[in-house]
T-cell receptor, first 112, second 112 residues
């Protein structure tokens, strides 16, 4: 089983809203990732967690705030987003950072 | 730094045609190589992988061989189906396994 789940599937939010994206896996993976994907582009890495600790932040604006409450769960808290933040947000996980990454279905975010 | 170059798309083929999508890479050492597929409106699915030179990854009729001498990992399928229409991403995981480096993606359209 290589399933990564993400909720919600779609999200529309205003620029003053606060919302959260959720990612979950039950494969015992200890590395989890957030990617942002704009239309017709490859995914861009945002954050990497390894053993529940943030190990990479790709200079992402502070309006995106990741959280890893336990080894199975990864959240992305959103606040005061801009319309250009509209994109598909993908979560991925791997056994360790050296292993193959498995992606979730993504959350399609629209910021109005 | 690491980089991946894919052939420009879209690639349009008739059903049962032979498919090749070219992928070349630049990396130090011996990266792991991947093909991911993204169907419309979905996340990325791992299609196949190879972790060392001369390895052949295969899945669902798709194949790719890790060629160190030509730094290539071309994707092939002998007979495509309409259901193979998707965007295909070549990616590598380099020394240190910091993150995946993706190619730009190649859109495949298969016509009945």
């Amino acid at each position: 089983d290589t399933e990564v789940t993400q909720t919600p599937k779609h999200l529309v939010m205003g620029m003053t809203n606060k919302k959260s994206l959720k990612c979950e896996q039950h494969m015992g993976h200890r590395a989890m990732y957030w990617y942002k994907q704009k239309a017709k582009k490859p995914p861009e890495l945002m954050f990497v967690y390894s053993y529940e600790k943030l190990s990479i932040n790709e200079s992402v604006p502070s309006r995106f705030s990741p959280e890893c409450p336990n080894s199975s769960l990864l959240n992305l808290h959103l606040h005061a987003l801009q319309p250009e933040d509209s994109a598909l947000y993908l979560c991925a996980s791997s056994l360790t950072r050296q292993e193959t990454q498995y992606f979730g279905p993504g959350t399609r975010l629209l910021v109005l | 730094g690491d980089s991946v170059t894919q052939m420009e798309g879209p690639v349009t083929l008739s059903e049962e045609a032979f498919l090749t999508i070219n992928c070349t890479y630049t990396a130090t050492g011996y990266p792991s190589l991947f093909w991911y597929v993204q169907y419309p409106g979905e996340g990325l699915q791992l299609l196949l992988k190879a972790t060392k030179a001369d390895d052949k990854g295969s899945n669902k009729g798709f194949e790719a061989t890790y060629r160190k001498e030509t730094t290539s990992f071309h994707l092939e399928k002998g007979s495509v189906q309409v259901s193979d229409s998707a965007v295909y991403f070549c990616a590598l995981s380099g020394v240190g396994r910091r993150a995946l480096t993706f190619g730009s993606g190649t859109r495949l359209q298969v016509q009945p």
